[in-house]
Each structure stands twice: as C-alpha cells, then as structure tokens.
C-alpha cells in the first residue's frame, strides 16, 4: 500500500511516539488517528497532524491500517490490546501493529498471538535511539516477528530509520533491545562512578573525561552523558524510570535461563534508587547524582 493511501494510526504520544507520528507526517503518510492516555496531549497532537483526536482504542483500529505502539511498559501494552473492553483488536482484521515499546518479549510474543487469532498482523520493532532520531527517520530498528509482517511494514520503517535490522520471530527483538539497554545502562552507571571519584579525589574532570576518551575507559555514552554528568544538564532523553525498567527486564531474562549478572542487577539497584529518591524522570544521565559525593541526591537516597 503507497504511503499517500495508507492510513497510520499512533497510540502513545510521548517523547518518541509523537515524534514518529510527525515524521511518518513529514514524508507522505497520512496519519488518519492518535491517542494517548492524556486528552490535552492527543488533542495537541492531533490538531498539528491533522489528525482525530481518538478518545477510545477501538476508534484507533477502525480509522488506521497500521497501528504503531509506543507505550510504557507490560502493563500498558496489555491495557492497550486487551481481550474485553475498549481495546486496539476490536475490529482489527486486515490491520497492522507494529509495537515500538521496550517490554518483556514474551508480551510481544502474546500480543502476536492475540492479533493473528484476529487475523491482523503484529510486529516488535524495538528502537535502539532517541528523541532527535525519532523526529528524524534516522532510527536503529530491530524487528521481531512474521516475515510477511515485517515485509508489510518495511517501507513505513524505511522511513522512520537508517538502520533497519529484521532478527527473528517474535520476541527476539525484545530481547536483542534488552541487552542493548543492560550494557548501556552498564556503561552509564560505571561512567558515573568514574567521574563521581574524579571529583572527590579534585581531578579536573574536563580533562578526566579526555583521557577517558582515548584509552578503554571510552564509550559511547561517554560521548552523550559525560559531559551532561559533569554539568548537571539531565534533560530527558531516556529516563532513569525506562532505566530501572529496561534493566529489570534484562535481569529477569537472565534469571529465566539460569544466568547471574551481577554489574545489570546492580545497575538495576542504582536506577531504582532514582526512581525512589524522585528522579525518575532525570536523563539516564541523572544516575551521576547518586555518585558524585558533592550532591543533594545521594544524601536523600535511602541507604
């Protein structure tokens, strides 16, 4: 189906979900539906899309051909296709879901299975990137279910990203993202010990962080946090919340086949502490205020 007559449905509004809706806007789809949990936002979204503001899931379905999902967690995504009630399968035969969250692959798994005995169609296409990317059609997708599904959705995802990866079938995705996040989250919270450590010990940490660039301690997040830990500049990009979630994900995938990983659980533990103390909605980066010895976050932090 071209993109002038295919109709494009986007339940989740947030920081990436409204931003795919603009950029699928920008290039041609029509995105004929929106919805979010908040009415001010859907209404927002809506209005600058020209989009129906949808105040029901089921409203979604029936004006879209493809559904894109970007919603919170486990609990959300069964909320949104539920099998009694307001619910994204309502009238769904024909229709497409392509499921952008970070949650436990076996719920992609589920939701697959909820749809085919509809006869729609669902694909995981599990983001590796961040707002900027979103707005931009220059994602990393990983993609997780039927062949025929992800043929289906190629070219809207062609669109949406630069690199564009089709793993397995359902659920693969999810668990490909989940180690994605464990390791970045990993890396996230070593970097911010380092630079905690730097500064109790009075290092320049300009310079620590050059230093850190051209030896092992380099990383990629070095390049996008270090200095928004230095800085305190924790403007939202991947929440400490998604953190602490994405982290447990990983941890309970492991424990599923047997496996300790003791850096993701402590990770896990750290991003929980944020959460706990109220910074949940700080930048990934924010973990820093847990670790430099000089701020308020580590002596509210529960011990």
Do not use: W
């Amino acid at each position: 189906m071209a993109a002038a007559s295919e109709r494009v449905g986007v339940v989740g509004l947030g920081r990436m979900g409204a931003n795919i809706a603009r950029r699928l806007n920008d290039v041609g789809y029509k995105v004929a539906a929106v919805y979010d949990i908040r009415p001010d936002v859907t209404k927002e979204i809506a209005a600058e899309l020209s989009a129906e503001a949808c105040s029901t899931l089921s409203r979604i379905t029936e004006l879209s051909d493809t559904i894109i999902t970007v919603v919170t967690d486990d609990a959300a995504m069964r909320q949104i296709f539920a099998t009694s009630g307001d619910s994204l399968l309502n009238g769904c035969k024909g229709r497409l879901f392509v499921n952008c969250a970070t949650i436990t692959p076996s719920v992609h798994v589920e939701v697959e299975k909820l749809a085919e005995e509809r006869g729609a169609s669902s694909l995981e296409a599990c983001m590796a990137s961040s707002i900027p990317q979103a707005r931009e059609g220059t994602l990393y997708l990983m993609c997780g279910g039927r062949k025929e599904a992800f043929e289906r959705a190629k070219p809207m995802l062609e669109k949406m990203s630069s690199s564009l990866m089709y793993v397995g079938k359902s659920g693969q995705a999810a668990r490909v993202k989940a180690l994605v996040n464990m390791v970045m989250n990993i890396n996230t919270a070593g970097l911010a010990e380092g630079l905690g450590l730097g500064e109790a010990l009075a290092l320049d940490l300009e310079r620590l962080r050059e230093v850190f660039s051209q030896t092992g301690a380099g990383s990629r997040v070095l390049v996008t946090d270090g200095e928004d830990m230095q800085n305190r500049a924790h403007d939202c990009y991947f929440s400490a919340a998604h953190a602490a979630k994405d982290s447990g994900i990983a941890v309970a995938i492991a424990k599923e086949v047997g496996l300790e990983l003791p850096l993701a659980e402590a990770t896990q533990q750290q991003y929980d502490r944020m959460v706990t103390s109220g910074l949940g909605e700080l930048d990934k980066s924010g973990i820093a205020e847990l670790t430099f010895k000089s701020r308020r976050a580590r002596e509210r932090t529960p011990a």
